[in-house]
């Protein structure tokens, strides 16, 4: 009787994951240049306000594991 090859089901989900958050950081980061405009236009905003909201983003995101091991 031959053995027939299924692959791991949770490879399946790494890939899909995997395929998400590249999407999803590239459209999310890369995209903010083009609402520069539209912001400075809406709110009166210049650009280091617009630019300093988008450095606190990064910096959120890196201080998260750092706030998330310290509430243990």
Known sequence: M???FK???GWWIVVVSAITLLLSGGIGFYSFG???TPLINEFGWNRAQISLSMSIMGLVGLIGPVIRDVGK
């Open 7 to 9: 692959p791991f089901y």
């Open 34 to 36: 083009a609402l520069f």
């Open 2 to 4: 031959p053995r027939t």
